[in-house]
Nanobody
Framework: EVQLQESGGGSVEAGGSLRLSCKIS?????????IEWYRQDPGKEREFVSG????????YSDAAKGRFSISRDNTNKFIVYLQMNSLKTEDTAMYFC???????????????WGQGIQVTVSS
C-alpha cells in the first residue's frame, strides 16, 4: 500500500519561507507517477499548487508561480519538496501531496493522498 506523509508545515510571518516535504513509501509495481501539491482552506475547494511530472517537468498555479518551487530530493527519489518563499497570508491552508500513477504496463492510474499538513502565514 502506497502512503504519502507530509512534513515541514507550521507558522511563519508574511514574507517568510517554508519547505514542505512529501515522503512516499510502500511498494507497487508502478514506477511512473506524478507528484502534486494541493491546498485547501476550510469551506473552500481543494486547489492545485504545483506538480512534478514523471518526466521531470514542473507545473505551478498562478498563485505559486515565481514564489514556490517543486523538486525531488537528490539522494532519495521518494521525497519531493515544495519550497515556498515570499509567503503571503493567503497561502494559509492545509497542504496535501498526491501521487497520480500513469496508465499502461504496471500502472493503472491509481491516486494516493497524504493526510495534509497545516501552513499558517501571519501578517
Amino acid at each position: 500500500e502506497v502512503q504519502l506523509q507530509e512534513s515541514g508545515g507550521g507558522s511563519v510571518e508574511a514574507g517568510g519561507s517554508l519547505r514542505l516535504s512529501c515522503k512516499i513509501s510502500g511498494f507497487t509495481y508502478c514506477s511512473r507517477y506524478d507528484i502534486e501539491w494541493y491546498r485547501q482552506d476550510p469551506g473552500k475547494e481543494r486547489e492545485f499548487v504545483s506538480g512534478l511530472q514523471n518526466s521531470g517537468g514542473t507545473t505551478y498555479s498562478d498563485a505559486a508561480k515565481g514564489r514556490f518551487s517543486i523538486s525531488r530530493d537528490n539522494t532519495n527519489k521518494f521525497i519531493v519538496y515544495l519550497q515556498m518563499n515570499s509567503l503571503k497570508t493567503e497561502d494559509t491552508a492545509m497542504y496535501f501531496c498526491k501521487r497520480s500513477d500513469e496508465y499502461g504496463g504496471n500502472c493503472r492510474g491509481n491516486k494516493y493522498w497524504g493526510q495534509g499538513i497545516q501552513v499558517t502565514v501571519s501578517s
